[in-house]
């Protein structure tokens, strides 16, 4: 290997995937040395973020109300095969209740059991570190009674090269039409949470329950503008994690009177999903079909592009609720999430839809998309000794693993 240049050593190291990287730290100092720095890290993640036709698309579904409720979910490139979740061995496994994906970004994943018992874990490298209470410095206004909600994202800040948590503690008063927030950031690479600017509307419970959509460095919400019993227009409020700061993002033009929204995110650009129909069935909305768009730009009204539209499915089987979550290793369909109990591919040329052939047998789930990736969890992006010393928790098999 001596006669082998340095660079094209790197250059095949990083197409491998982390169970290999991991395994040849072993080989030799040099080879460790190589596959810990941070520069090598970067390159394999950018690897793992071009698209590769032999790649497979990997996901982690949380079930709900399931105890042991986190598993991998591992789509081939052959769209029509029958694909069987695992089960994940995560560090915040308990008893007696299920554990929440509250976000995954970059091969990083946010796990929650309570606001007390939570963490960002690296599925790859088993690594984790466990997150300090958040603590809110203003208490909820004692003027009757009123509603509280929690809201929650994670992401990455391209302008620091950093990870952030944020957390939104909300109350609302519906006798006075008053809502009292407080926005708190963790910071991944300095270790702590800090105050930020308040939250200026009331988080919009919708497809994703009060969870942001992280996408080119912000993450987003559909919020409620005014607090009227009656009416409330909604908006669609980003927080840059850059900034650290809410901005208001213009909706699409032309988008007629949708009746649902919702958001995702794809090849990290935000996505906005209208849905349009009259009729309902039973208790749950019929749609007639959905516009999905994705904002290619500054968040400007004119960087918002119409993807494609998916139109009601024929027979007994509607859907209320269709989210997309990755486009296939082709890029010619994209993979949709069907009211939490399925997946469908929708194909880009042919606008039409195929179910996907998922065993398991669950009731309703969630879906994230997660990259193999080295990404550390140390303070920083300098020495690893010093960042990590405190921080990293690993289980004794990952230890006898990287050994």
Request: hydrophobic share 35%; with cysteine; glycine share 8%.
């Amino acid at each position: 290997m001596s006669d082998v240049p340095p660079e094209v050593i790197t250059e095949i190291l990083s197409r491998l995937p982390v169970k290999s990287l991991l395994r040849f730290r072993c080989v030799s100092k040099s080879f460790k040395s190589l596959i810990d720095s941070p520069k090598f890290i970067k390159a394999h993640l950018k690897q793992q973020q071009e698209p590769n036709p032999n790649a497979n698309l990997n996901l982690i579904l949380e079930a709900h109300y399931k105890t042991d409720n986190l598993f991998s979910l591992e789509f081939t490139t052959n769209t029509s095969a029958q694909h069987h979740p695992k089960k994940l061995d995560h560090p915040l496994k308990q008893i007696y209740g299920p554990t929440q994906v509250l976000g995954s970004c970059r091969g990083l994943v946010y796990i929650s059991n309570n606001m007390s018992d939570n963490g960002i874990w690296n599925p790859s490298t088993k690594r984790f570190r466990r997150l300090p209470v958040c603590k809110f410095d203003r208490a909820p206004c004692k003027q009757g009674p009123g509603m509280e909600q929690i809201c929650q994202g994670f992401g990455y800040d391209r302008t620091d090269e950093d990870y952030k948590v944020v957390t939104i503690a909300q109350w609302y008063y519906p006798n006075e039409l008053k809502v009292v927030s407080e926005t708190m950031v963790y910071s991944l690479k300095f270790g702590g949470w800090k105050k930020v600017q308040d939250c200026p509307y009331m988080v919009l419970k919708e497809g994703n329950g009060t969870c942001a959509t992280s996408a080119g460095g912000a993450l987003y919400w559909m919020m409620q503008m005014e607090l009227s019993l009656s009416y409330s227009r909604l908006v669609l409020v980003g927080l840059n994690l850059g900034t650290e700061r809410f901005d208001e993002v213009p909706l699409p033009k032309n988008m007629g009177k949708p009746l649902t929204f919702n958001l995702a995110a794809l090849n990290e650009c935000l996505c906005l999903i209208s849905g349009y129909g009259t009729c309902r069935n039973g208790k749950n909305l019929v749609l007639d079909h959905i516009d999905v768009w994705m904002m290619r730009g500054c968040g400007v009204e004119q960087s918002w592009v119409k993807l494609f539209t998916v139109e009601q499915l024929e027979g007994r089987q509607h859907f209320s609720y269709l989210r997309p979550i990755a486009y296939s290793v082709t890029g010619r369909e994209v993979l949709l999430e069907m009211d939490k109990r399925k997946f469908l591919w929708f194909s880009l040329e042919k606008k039409s839809l195929k179910h996907s052939k998922v065993s398991g047998g669950f009731d309703t789930f969630d879906s994230f998309v997660t990259l193999g990736t080295l990404v550390p969890l140390y303070y920083g992006g300098g020495d690893e000794k010093d960042g990590k010393k405190g921080v990293e928790e690993l289980d004794d098999s990952v230890i006898k693993e990287m050994k």
